[in-house]
T-cell receptor, first 116, second 111 residues
Framework: GAVVSQHPSRVICKSGTSVKIECRSL??????MFWYRQFPKQSLMLMAT?????????EQGVEKDKFLINHASLTLSTLTVTSAHPEDSSFYIC????????????FGSGTRLTVV | DAKTTQPPSMDCAEGRAANLPCNHS???????VYWYRQIHSQGPQYIIH???NNETNEMASLIITEDRKSSTLILPHATLRDTAVYYC????????????FGGGTRVLVKP
């Protein structure tokens, strides 16, 4: 079945540094990927829609200069958290459209980011 | 996409059927009902979806009322591994449409 690999699963970084999270569709091509953020005990909040070969579309309130998204190929989208601060600590999850015939989405396993 | 309403939490006994309700009274004719679940510290997992007919797969059954204003996800024989947050999402079933998550139902399966 459709598999989305997200890496790293866990990362700790110092305040002010940047962190890159990768999301790969392993056995299908994903023209569209989505990035979510989830704080403890809360639901998933959509951050942005990533389209292969074009600029990402960000949800209202999400800083595009802070959360850089690149979708350079049909199997890879990356999210870079720039100049990370402790308030950016969260669970980041990607999902990809494709690999299913029912317009369902396949999710990565998530990345736990801790900024110290 | 239509908004959904789910109870925030529910408990169920291991081995028994778990019935998870979802209200979507403003659903449009071209919107599907999708169910996903999220086990702690993992990404969401697709369970099932439907338009107006009842659906069944290896994981669950989906019962949609005739007026489509509500639905029920049925886990026929709940196991401890079914403990998770279950999300009911209504969206137009075409490529590119984003998934918007509500609060979901936190299901705790007890031995």
């Amino acid at each position: 079945g459709a598999v989305v690999s997200q890496h790293p699963s866990r990362v700790i970084c110092k305040s002010g540094t940047s962190v890159k999270i990768e999301c790969r569709s392993l056995d299908f091509q994903a023209t569209t990927m989505f990035w979510y953020r989830q704080f403890p005990k809360q639901s998933l909040m959509l951050m942005a829609t990533s389209n292969e070969g074009s600029k990402a579309t960000y949800e209202q309130g999400v800083e595009k200069d802070k959360f850089l998204i690149n979708h350079a190929s049909l199997t890879l989208s990356t999210l870079t958290v720039t100049s990370a601060h402790p308030e950016d600590s969260s669970f980041y999850i990607c999902s990809a459209l494709g690999g299913r015939g029912d317009y369902g989405y396949t999710f990565g396993s998530g990345t736990r980011l801790t900024v110290v | 996409d239509a908004k959904t309403t789910q109870p925030p939490s529910m408990d169920c006994a291991e081995g028994r059927a778990a019935n998870l309700p979802c209200n979507h009274s403003t659903i449009s004719g071209n919107e599907y009902v999708y169910w996903y679940r999220q086990i702690h510290s993992q990404g969401p997992q697709y369970i099932i979806h439907g338009l107006k007919n009842n659906e069944t797969n290896e994981m669950a059954s989906l019962i949609i009322t005739e007026d489509r204003k509500s639905s029920t996800l049925i886990l026929p024989h709940a196991t401890l591994r079914d403990t998770a947050v279950y999300y009911c999402i209504v969206r137009v079933g075409t490529a590119g449409n984003k998934l918007t998550f509500g609060g979901g139902t936190r299901v705790l399966v007890k031995p």
